[in-house]
């Protein structure tokens, strides 16, 4: 059974950082692309940023760009998201989502999210 | 950053109607769109990918269709369970972006 189970969140004050992770399991991990969507709750999805299997490629949403870095380790199994200078409006749900198979436009699992507020 | 703009907003239907649902896109996207329903308090759940492919698990009456600017989910026949915010997204190198949503609910 797949499982994507994220940690890291919680309120921090504005211009400070924050590391978010997602641990992986019942899937060969290092075969697919890795994502994170945020959502603002009571709002819609927002795409934030994506790495190919082996890091070599990533995209950033241009809200984020600059500010925050994806990563993976795909010995562990696992999927981060570094945020550096929060802003009040980086306040949402944190997903990571996992990509149907290379080339194919979806995302086919995804976690139950981790909440960041960013707040004085 | 290709748009999708999602009409309409919101859906009220009945159970056993038929839902049929619009994503257009800023710019030709090919086929690479899927669909989502999400429900209160639960993660997205993929429905269909490259527009037209239904993901696994995902029943019958769940249809996609379109290419390049415009797209549409067809839910041939409401069900209780169906009633949720359905998005689209789409994918352009590594970039990706969502719909608004349209919300299908009770009527």
């Known amino acids: 059974e797949v499982q994507l189970v994220e940690s890291g969140g919680g309120l921090v004050q504005p211009g400070r950082s924050l590391r978010l992770s997602c641990a992986a399991s019942?899937?060969?991990?290092?075969?697919?692309?890795m994502h994170w969507v945020r959502q603002v709750p009571g709002k819609g999805l927002e795409w934030v940023s994506g790495?190919?299997?082996?890091?070599?490629?990533?995209g950033y949403a241009d809200s984020v760009k600059g500010r925050f870095t994806i990563s993976r380790d795909n010995a562990k199994n696992s999927l981060y998201l570094q945020m550096n200078s929060l802003r009040a409006e980086d306040t949402a749900l944190y997903y990571c989502?996992?990509?149907?198979?290379?080339?194919?436009?979806?995302?086919?699992?995804w976690g139950q999210g981790t909440l960041v507020t960013v707040s004085s | 950053e290709i748009v999708l703009t999602q009409s309409p907003a919101t859906l009220s239907l009945s159970p056993g109607e038929r839902a049929t649902l619009s994503c257009r896109a800023s710019q030709s996207v090919s086929n690479y769109l899927a669909w989502y329903q999400q429900k209160p308090g639960q993660a997205p759940r993929l429905l269909i990918y490259d527009a037209s492919n239904r993901a696994t698990g995902i029943p019958a009456r769940f249809s996609g269709s379109g290419s390049g600017t415009d797209f549409t989910l067809t839910i041939s026949s409401l069900e209780p369970e169906d009633f949720a915010v359905y998005y689209c997204q789409q994918r352009s190198n590594w970039s990706l972006t969502f719909g608004g949503g349209t919300k299908v609910e009770i009527k």
């Open positions: 989502a996992k990509g149907v198979v290379a080339g194919t436009t979806g995302l086919d699992y």
């Open positions: 790495i190919s299997w082996n890091s070599g490629s990533t």
């Open positions: 019942g899937f060969t991990f290092d075969d697919y692309v």
